[in-house]
Protein backbone atom coordinates (compact mmCIF):
# COMPACT_ATOMS: atom_id res chain seq x y z
CA UNK A 1 0.00 0.00 0.00
CA UNK A 2 1.37 3.36 -0.81
CA UNK A 3 2.29 5.56 2.04
CA UNK A 4 -0.47 8.68 1.57
CA UNK A 5 0.83 10.68 4.77
CA UNK A 6 2.43 13.38 3.54
CA UNK A 7 6.10 14.26 5.12
CA UNK A 8 6.18 15.98 7.89
CA UNK A 9 8.98 18.55 8.46
CA UNK A 10 8.30 20.45 4.56
CA UNK A 11 6.57 23.65 5.85
CA UNK A 12 6.38 26.40 8.48
CA UNK A 13 3.50 27.47 10.66
CA UNK A 14 2.25 30.72 10.34
CA UNK A 15 1.08 32.85 13.25
CA UNK A 16 -0.67 36.16 13.34
CA UNK A 17 0.38 39.02 15.64
CA UNK A 18 -1.74 37.85 17.62
CA UNK A 19 -0.48 33.85 18.14
CA UNK A 20 -3.30 32.63 16.16
CA UNK A 21 -2.67 29.84 13.30
CA UNK A 22 -2.96 31.23 10.20
CA UNK A 23 -1.46 28.74 7.57
CA UNK A 24 1.05 26.75 6.71
CA UNK A 25 4.07 28.03 4.18
CA UNK A 26 7.24 26.67 2.78
CA UNK A 27 10.56 26.55 4.79
CA UNK A 28 11.33 29.45 2.20
CA UNK A 29 8.75 31.61 1.98
CA UNK A 30 8.84 31.30 5.83
CA UNK A 31 12.34 32.26 6.00
CA UNK A 32 12.71 35.09 3.57
CA UNK A 33 9.34 36.82 6.32
CA UNK A 34 11.87 36.21 9.08
CA UNK A 35 14.56 38.11 6.80
CA UNK A 36 12.32 40.73 5.60
CA UNK A 37 11.29 41.38 9.25
CA UNK A 38 7.99 40.72 8.39
CA UNK A 39 7.82 38.02 10.73
CA UNK A 40 10.17 36.51 13.86
CA UNK A 41 11.12 32.96 14.39
CA UNK A 42 8.97 31.54 16.99
CA UNK A 43 10.10 27.70 16.86
CA UNK A 44 13.87 26.15 15.32
CA UNK A 45 13.10 23.39 12.54
CA UNK A 46 16.25 21.68 11.95
CA UNK A 47 18.92 22.55 10.11
CA UNK A 48 20.76 26.03 8.62
CA UNK A 49 19.66 28.00 6.08
CA UNK A 50 22.41 29.94 4.22
CA UNK A 51 21.83 32.85 1.43
CA UNK A 52 23.99 35.40 0.05
CA UNK A 53 24.85 37.22 3.20
CA UNK A 54 23.15 35.33 6.07
CA UNK A 55 22.36 32.15 7.91
CA UNK A 56 19.45 31.39 10.00
CA UNK A 57 18.11 28.21 11.48
CA UNK A 58 15.23 26.80 9.31
CA UNK A 59 12.41 28.16 10.77
CA UNK A 60 9.12 25.71 12.13
CA UNK A 61 7.10 28.08 13.55
CA UNK A 62 6.71 32.10 12.52
CA UNK A 63 4.96 34.88 13.89
CA UNK A 64 3.97 38.07 11.80
CA UNK A 65 5.47 41.59 13.32
CA UNK A 66 2.14 42.95 12.16
CA UNK A 67 -1.39 41.84 12.77
CA UNK A 68 -3.32 40.84 9.45
CA UNK A 69 -7.15 40.22 9.06
CA UNK A 70 -7.92 36.54 7.15
CA UNK A 71 -10.78 35.92 5.88
CA UNK A 72 -11.41 32.28 7.03
CA UNK A 73 -12.10 29.19 4.93
CA UNK A 74 -14.99 27.45 6.78
CA UNK A 75 -15.52 25.14 4.70
CA UNK A 76 -13.42 22.04 4.18
CA UNK A 77 -13.13 20.30 1.03
CA UNK A 78 -13.92 16.79 0.43
CA UNK A 79 -11.01 15.24 -1.24
CA UNK A 80 -9.86 11.55 -1.16
CA UNK A 81 -6.73 12.81 1.16
CA UNK A 82 -8.67 14.63 3.31
CA UNK A 83 -11.36 12.11 4.05
CA UNK A 84 -8.37 9.52 4.92
CA UNK A 85 -7.18 12.78 6.80
CA UNK A 86 -10.30 13.09 8.72
CA UNK A 87 -10.76 9.22 9.66
CA UNK A 88 -6.78 8.67 10.32
CA UNK A 89 -5.88 6.50 7.85
CA UNK A 90 -8.07 3.95 9.48
CA UNK A 91 -11.35 2.13 7.71
CA UNK A 92 -14.57 3.06 9.65
CA UNK A 93 -15.86 -0.54 9.88
CA UNK A 94 -12.71 -2.55 10.91
CA UNK A 95 -10.08 -0.05 11.97
CA UNK A 96 -7.75 -1.52 9.65
CA UNK A 97 -5.60 0.38 7.27
CA UNK A 98 -7.58 2.19 5.08
CA UNK A 99 -7.32 2.16 1.58
CA UNK A 100 -10.81 3.24 -0.14
CA UNK A 101 -13.11 5.57 -0.20
CA UNK A 102 -16.81 4.03 1.05
CA UNK A 103 -20.16 5.84 0.92
CA UNK A 104 -22.04 4.63 3.76
CA UNK A 105 -25.47 4.95 2.19
CA UNK A 106 -24.15 3.41 -1.29
CA UNK A 107 -24.21 5.82 -3.93
CA UNK A 108 -25.71 3.40 -6.64
CA UNK A 109 -29.00 3.66 -4.46
CA UNK A 110 -28.89 7.98 -4.17
CA UNK A 111 -26.21 8.22 -1.69
CA UNK A 112 -24.63 11.73 -1.87
CA UNK A 113 -20.77 12.77 -2.03
CA UNK A 114 -20.47 14.29 1.01
CA UNK A 115 -18.80 14.18 4.44
CA UNK A 116 -21.49 12.72 5.97
CA UNK A 117 -21.82 10.01 3.56
CA UNK A 118 -18.25 8.76 3.07
CA UNK A 119 -15.76 6.96 5.17
CA UNK A 120 -12.24 5.99 4.63
CA UNK A 121 -12.05 2.11 4.61
CA UNK A 122 -10.39 -0.73 3.59
CA UNK A 123 -10.55 -2.98 0.39
CA UNK A 124 -12.20 -5.70 2.17
CA UNK A 125 -14.65 -3.82 4.09
CA UNK A 126 -15.38 -2.08 0.87
CA UNK A 127 -15.91 -4.27 -1.07
CA UNK A 128 -18.17 -6.72 0.80
CA UNK A 129 -20.54 -4.30 1.63
CA UNK A 130 -20.56 -3.48 -1.98
CA UNK A 131 -24.15 -1.31 -2.12
CA UNK A 132 -25.68 -2.78 1.29
CA UNK A 133 -25.67 -0.10 3.75
CA UNK A 134 -24.04 -0.63 7.09
CA UNK A 135 -27.65 -1.34 8.63
CA UNK A 136 -27.78 -3.79 6.17
CA UNK A 137 -24.92 -5.80 6.79
CA UNK A 138 -25.10 -5.78 10.84
CA UNK A 139 -22.25 -3.66 11.21
CA UNK A 140 -21.61 -0.50 12.99
CA UNK A 141 -19.95 3.04 12.21
CA UNK A 142 -17.04 3.52 14.21
CA UNK A 143 -17.92 7.33 14.09
CA UNK A 144 -20.38 8.85 12.82
CA UNK A 145 -18.95 10.66 9.38
CA UNK A 146 -19.40 14.63 9.85
CA UNK A 147 -17.12 17.54 8.10
CA UNK A 148 -14.34 18.13 9.89
CA UNK A 149 -13.86 21.55 12.16
CA UNK A 150 -11.50 23.37 14.21
CA UNK A 151 -8.42 25.76 13.79
CA UNK A 152 -5.92 22.93 13.12
CA UNK A 153 -8.08 21.72 10.36
CA UNK A 154 -8.27 25.19 9.08
CA UNK A 155 -4.67 25.43 9.14
CA UNK A 156 -3.49 21.96 7.92
CA UNK A 157 -6.40 20.80 5.93
CA UNK A 158 -5.07 17.15 4.83
CA UNK A 159 -1.59 18.16 5.48
CA UNK A 160 0.60 16.22 8.31
CA UNK A 161 1.11 18.36 11.24
CA UNK A 162 4.84 18.75 12.75
CA UNK A 163 5.14 17.92 16.19
CA UNK A 164 6.49 21.45 17.10
CA UNK A 165 3.37 23.10 16.48
CA UNK A 166 1.53 21.45 19.00
CA UNK A 167 1.47 24.27 21.16
CA UNK A 168 -0.43 26.26 18.38
CA UNK A 169 -2.70 23.89 17.28
CA UNK A 170 -5.18 21.36 18.51
CA UNK A 171 -3.76 17.95 17.66
CA UNK A 172 -5.75 15.77 19.43
CA UNK A 173 -7.30 12.68 18.05
CA UNK A 174 -9.90 13.47 15.42
CA UNK A 175 -13.19 13.34 16.90
CA UNK A 176 -15.48 10.06 18.05
CA UNK A 177 -19.36 9.58 18.15
CA UNK A 178 -20.88 8.18 20.51
ZN1 LIG B 1 -12.17 -2.67 6.99
Known amino acids: MPDIRPTVGSGALVLNATYEPLCVVSVRRAAILVLSAKAVCVADGDGILHSARDALPVPSVVRLTR ?41 SRGGRHAWENVVAACARC ?53
Open 67 to 107: FVRVPYRTHVGLSRRAIFARDGWRCAYCRGPAETIDHVFPR
Open 126 to 178: NHTKGDKTPAEMGWRLHALPAPPKGTAWRVLGHRAPDPRWADWLDLREPEVAA
